[in-house]
DNA sequence: CGAAAATTTGACATGACTCAACTGGAGTGG
DNA sequence: CCACTCCAGTTGAGTCATGTCAAATTTTCG
């Protein structure tokens, strides 16, 4: 129980959210559950859900024509996650979601999303000011991606996420920061001398 | 008229605006005008509105501790531009806002854009799905940024805004691209030296 | 334990930057 | 209408950050 009440406390911090509306998200939100490296949404699925994760960790990523993956996103426990252009227009996923731990997430498809924001007020508030939020946080990646050297970038990183960087494999940090697996390591073995 | 009703058109293609909602739309929005290279926002200005283009170009930036600025988000005419975090929470804007070209906007600060959202549902509900596509545009270009060459960059941009191309000087689109402006200077000579 | 994947390390290649010199318009004042 | 300045843009030489490829090592996991 305490769960959710978490999970309440946590939305209503961005929206005041009603015990009804609450309730709707219960009902609506389809709960699943994901093994550590299970494939949450493959790239090219023609549905795609918008999730908000209870337990664990994800990555969504692109994967472009040369089979190289770019990863654009960790999500952890009270995020959201999902291919959002897919899930509204029903178009084939341009992302995919792995798990990267074990993983429990409420799913939430098209209708059911449309039904949520537009049942209870307090979850179509609760999403503007999410979005508006994330599209500041977005804003301030743009800009370290294109004046930060690699180094900076990766120090960002990590004194933001300083969890993930256990959990989560190098080269998906790399991808991330937008550079090389092989790169990354030589930056932290520098790093890490420079501190004898 | 027409430019009126064209603005409700066009908002009412995310949302359903009733007429009542578009008039308070212009009654909270204060209608302002800048010339050519006018200094739209300084930043670090205590006070932050949040702007929809009715005419012209705006460019919006971060200028770091060194004195370089960084282009963000260069705005035309039915977009919004401003400091979405400054406007929020009454914060120093984060960012600068200068028109490339005499501008019109609808200004919105905080007070009167919470009175729009939470007088008109039909501009919360608009609003959620403006940034919910700005965000899927925003990810998009971190995923250019991470995988794209300079040059493709480059490419994409052109396809992407072409008029801009010509009205906004060179340096700005360097930035905003993230490279130096003799860099993308060279990058122009080359590729049209291969289309003779 | 053994195979496959992730990470590290090294030599070399290159895209993009820096700095400085040069060119060419756009304004401004005499 | 010219001369002057002042940016924006161009070009070139040299440098540095980051990428590529391949081999060695470590970790993961069946």
Redesign the interface.
Known sequence: MTDLTNIQANISHLSPISTEEMALFFELGLLRKFKKNALVLRQGEDISPFMFIKRGCLMTY?E?EAG?K?V??FGVAMWWTGD??SM?DNTLSYYGIKAISPTEVYSFDQARFETL?SAA?GF??Y??LL??K???N??K???R???FSAEQRYEAFVSTFPKLEQLVPQKYVA????ITPEFLSKMKARFYRQKD
Request: glycine share 4%.
């Open positions: 692109h472009d190289f770019h654009i996103q959002l252009q509204q924001v007020p179509e508030r999403f503007r979005f508006q994330s599209l500041i977005h804003q990646r743009i800009i991606n294109i004046s991808s991330y920061l937008g």
